[in-house]
């Protein structure tokens, strides 16, 4: 049988002697914590914050280039893209809303395509005839207001969650035909230099932040034109465009000062 020797045992009683004091100061403090509204009010606080801090990090957030935080809970697959817009094309406008720049002039040359955004992407824009708005957006709406730019792809699915033109009763064949393949075109390069009014655009550009089109989408592009690997005949459908926002290069900033009258 071990016997312990008289060094031994004063070490074991020393060590329980200081647990048990460290037990007794701990009470003690428990004890005056529950007396003290400041002190209870702190360890609730310390309790949020930790809990808050692990609901931050279960959350499934993603940050854009230019460090903005997006959910990617999206009914709409973002194949690794940040956000997604229903789209349409106009064509290029001489007069644009971000300052009056020629839209086909800014891309000219470049590999830029030229977009209109939304009203409700833009800053402040609560009235028709929103001029050289800055990026806006909010409650779900991703904010691109004039001079901001975007790489993304065209997806082969269409007309937003509805997959079909709300004037139809069914989804059309080429519609359908849609949800075989992820994308319909290269990865993209866009900049906004004109404005989609919701007033004449009801069903696809929504006025307010926060609010989503007949499509399902809080985001809107009005293409100035289609790339080239996009047929141009109506009987392709309003394509869905998914999206990372981006600093626009330099070049392309110092061509959009040097036409616009934004101050």
């Not at 031994?8 to 005056?32: P, T, Y």
């Not at 406008?93 to 891309?107: D, Q, S």
């Not at 900049?191 to 550009?205: G, M, T």
């Not at 293409?223 to 080239?228: K, L, Q, R, V």
Request: proline share 6%.
């Amino acid at each position: 049988m071990y016997e312990l020797r008289p060094p031994a045992m004063i070490w074991i009683l020393s060590v329980f002697f200081a647990v048990c004091m460290a037990d007794e100061r701990a009470l003690q403090e428990d004890a005056e914590c529950a007396a003290s509204a400041d002190c209870s009010l702190n360890a609730l606080q310390m309790g949020s914050a930790a809990k808050t801090s692990d609901e931050e990090d279960s959350t499934e957030n993603d940050i854009d280039e230019e460090g903005v935080s997006s959910h990617t809970n999206s009914s709409i697959p973002l194949h690794g893209y940040h956000h997604w817009a229903t789209t349409t094309m106009y064509g290029d406008a001489p007069h644009a809303a971000c300052g009056g720049i020629n839209t086909k002039e800014l891309t000219a040359g470049t590999r830029y395509h030229s977009v209109a955004s939304a009203q409700a992407m833009w800053k402040d824009c609560n009235r028709p005839g929103c001029w050289c708005g800055q990026s806006g957006g909010g409650h779900g709406t991703t904010g691109m207001g004039c001079l901001s730019c975007a790489k993304g792809r065209f997806l082969c699915s269409a007309y937003g969650v509805v997959g079909h033109h709300v004037g139809l009763a069914e989804v059309s064949s080429e519609a359908q035909e849609s949800t075989s393949c992820p994308f319909r075109s290269e990865e993209l390069l866009i900049v906004v230099s004109d404005i989609c009014p919701h007033a004449p655009n009801k069903a696809w550009c929504p006025a307010s932040p926060g609010h989503k089109n007949a499509y399902g989408s809080f985001n809107h592009l009005d293409f100035s034109n289609y790339p080239d690997s996009i047929p141009h005949n109506p009987s392709i459908p309003n394509l869905n465009f998914v999206f990372s926002r981006i600093e626009c290069p330099a070049d392309l900033k110092q061509r959009y000062r040097s036409m616009t009258r934004c101050k």
